[in-house]
């Protein structure tokens, strides 16, 4: 575990595999933190330099008091890269990691050979939405937000067969800063890249999980058919995060990817 201040915000991060090897870098979505790409850096660090980091506002980051910008989370990861020293690599994102993924290769293209959008889409929900949660979050903090949402990353047979890690991952969720939970709603809020995607230029590929009601197969689908040459897939078996529910078949899609970009 390591941290980085870039531009006043602490950063956490860990690095892992091999030095030299090609470098995978992993964003994590609302409301989580890098620890939901546990399961799937095991399967892949032998192989990979990995970099997975707690985007502002989650985990172990500072949360600084107010509205982020997608240009806040794309600058912050922009300049960890800097920091330390990666020229090359494939970034990975989930959810709202997947539209810093999406702004990354918009806006900070240098050194991108390749994005993962995982259950993610060029426009995530409706501004009343996340209005509402940002109410709710900053009124009552985590636990005014209740259940719902959390029941909401999972699939049903998830929910059914693993009632402790629901109950885990619904910790991380409510130790989530309700500042930096509030404060990426609103990016989530002011975010619209459908007429932007067509000019990403790097090789892309969607996932998303069968079962995934935050961002569904089709808004996904969507989202793949506006960005040139990129791939689409659906991981049966998964609501919204895959990297807890598919490891495995994820690492694979991961790893497929890498191959063909020549960076693994
Ligand atoms: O909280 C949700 O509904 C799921 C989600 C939407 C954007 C994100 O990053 O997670």
Request: glycine share 12%; charged share 20%; proline share 5%.
């Amino acid at each position: 575990m390591a941290f980085a201040r870039i531009d006043g915000v602490l950063l956490h991060y860990g690095v892992c595999g091999p030095e030299g090897a090609p470098v995978l870098v992993l964003a994590n979505s609302l409301g989580t933190d890098a620890r939901i790409w546990d399961d799937v850096t095991a399967r892949l660090q032998d192989r990979y330099r990995i970099i997975a980091y707690d985007k502002r506002g989650h985990g172990l980051s500072d949360a600084p008091d107010g509205d982020y910008s997608l240009d806040d989370h794309v600058g912050d990861l922009a300049g960890l890269l800097d920091r330390l020293g990666i020229d090359r690599f494939v970034l990975a994102g989930v959810s709202v990691g997947g539209l810093i993924a999406q702004g990354l290769a918009l806006r900070h293209p240098r050194g991108l050979a390749g994005i993962i959008l995982c259950d993610t889409a060029a426009k995530i929900g409706e501004a009343a939405m996340w209005n509402e949660r940002i109410a709710l979050v900053r009124a009552g903090g985590m636990p005014a937000l209740g259940e719902a949402v959390v029941m909401r990353w999972f699939s049903e047979g998830y929910r059914q067969e693993r009632p402790e890690d629901v109950a885990g991952w619904r910790n991380m969720f409510l130790r989530t800063p309700a500042s930096g939970y509030a404060g990426t709603c609103a990016t989530l809020r002011d975010t619209d890249l459908r007429a932007e995607v067509g000019s990403i230029s790097v090789p892309t590929v969607m996932v998303v999980g069968a079962d995934d009601v935050s961002t569904p197969v089709d808004l996904v689908r969507d989202t793949a058919a506006r960005i040139p040459g990129a791939r689409f897939s659906i991981i049966a078996n998964a609501g919204h995060i895959p990297s807890i529910e598919q490891p495995g078949i994820l690492a694979e899609h991961i790893s497929t990817f890498l191959r063909g970009t020549n960076d693994g």
